[in-house]
């Protein structure tokens, strides 16, 4: 029978089936989809076929190709990939400047990612109650200069009643399934408790020394909300991207591949050459330092990689 992956606990998946009823899988043999070495063979998010045994066990037996997919590598020169969710409509990427900082390079990176498997991203800011009036003007300048690339971005306090529900978030969710992304302790569960009204998973503190997250959640689990299907994972600390080659890497940087257009050569890497639009755009101040500095370490893993 057909059924859609809810739940991945390393050895362990909870399926939905089509009848409506919730089964416990073990994945049968060496199953993967061919050419993808991953540490996970199915995620949460795919369809699948489950057979139940005799004894009562379920196995997975099947995964349906997927329509796309979040992957990344745990470490820049891991060379097993991670799948992070299956089959989704667009990707929530929560942002803090404060406990814990966000880096930019991590923002890149995982919209790089996504782009490069057409997935819609939408930047929110959280915990915005933390922040002072300089910190404020910081968020404005960085969420500009994603807004001007056409990524939609917003900013709120899940810990300030109404600061959801008033915001445009719950629309943007509805009828879509999203999977929650960023660095442990960002308020991903958070997120998830409020729009469910009630707790249904587990949220943890921000640690005292480091101002960093705990990992509190340590499962991917897909939850069915009345409008929604919302994805949340355990906290993604660095984000190594998968299989880009250097020549592709601008393509998935919206800002770079426009001003790269107008370089006087087409193959143009944008470190040093004669008459390269992009570094004239970095100069004149239309690509964000953050931006481009981002893209040149996405280079040089990609680089690194070759040689591995
Ligand atoms: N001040 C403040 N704290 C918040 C806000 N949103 C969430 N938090 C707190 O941040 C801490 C971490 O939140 P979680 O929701 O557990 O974070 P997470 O992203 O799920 O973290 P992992 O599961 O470790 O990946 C909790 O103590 C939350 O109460 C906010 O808007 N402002
Ligand atoms: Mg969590
Ligand atoms: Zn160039």
């Not at 139940?52 to 097993?80: C, F, M, V």
């Not at 890149?108 to 404020?136: C, G, H, M, S, W």
């Not at 008033?166 to 958070?190: C, D, F, Q, R, Y």
């Amino acid at each position: 029978m057909r059924a859609l992956v809810i739940k991945t606990t390393g050895k362990h998946y909870l399926v939905h089936t089509e009848g409506g009823s919730v089964l416990d899988c073990a994945i049968k043999g060496n199953l993967r989809l061919k050419d993808l070495r991953t540490t996970n063979p199915v995620a949460v998010g795919d369809y699948v076929t489950v057979q139940q045994q005799e004894d009562g066990t379920n196995w997975i037996t099947e995964i349906q190709p997927r329509r796309n997919y979040i992957i990344r590598r745990a470490t820049n020169l891991s060379k097993e990939a991670h799948i992070l969710a299956a089959n989704i409509d667009q990707a929530l990427l929560l942002v803090t400047l404060q406990q814990p900082e966000t880096n930019t390079t991590f923002i890149d990176r995982f919209l790089a990612t996504a782009e490069a498997y057409r997935v819609p991203v939408i930047l929110l800011f959280n915990k915005i109650d933390l922040l002072t009036e300089e910190q404020l003007g910081q968020l404005t300048s960085l969420s500009d200069i994603y807004q001007q690339m056409g990524y939609r971005t917003l900013a709120l306090s899940l810990k300030s009643s109404g600061s959801l529900s008033e915001s445009s978030l719950p629309a943007l969710l509805a009828h879509k399934t999203t999977l929650l992304a960023g660095n442990s302790g960002v308020g991903k569960s958070t997120l998830l408790n409020a729009l469910c009204g009630r707790e249904v998973t587990r949220t943890g503190a921000i640690s005292d020394a480091h101002h960093k997250g705990m990992h509190t959640t340590t499962f991917s689990e897909m939850y069915e909300l009345n409008d929604a299907r919302i994805i949340d994972i355990p906290g993604i600390k660095g984000f190594g991207a998968v299989d880009m080659s250097p020549h592709e890497i601008s393509h998935y940087f919206r800002d770079i591949f426009e001003a790269g257009k107008h370089c006087r050569y087409g193959d143009c890497m944008h470190i040093d050459e004669p008459g390269c639009a992009v570094t004239q755009a970095l100069e004149r101040g239309d690509i964000a330092p953050s931006r481009y500095f981002s893209y040149l370490s996405l280079l040089e893993d990609s680089n690194e990689s070759k040689y591995r």
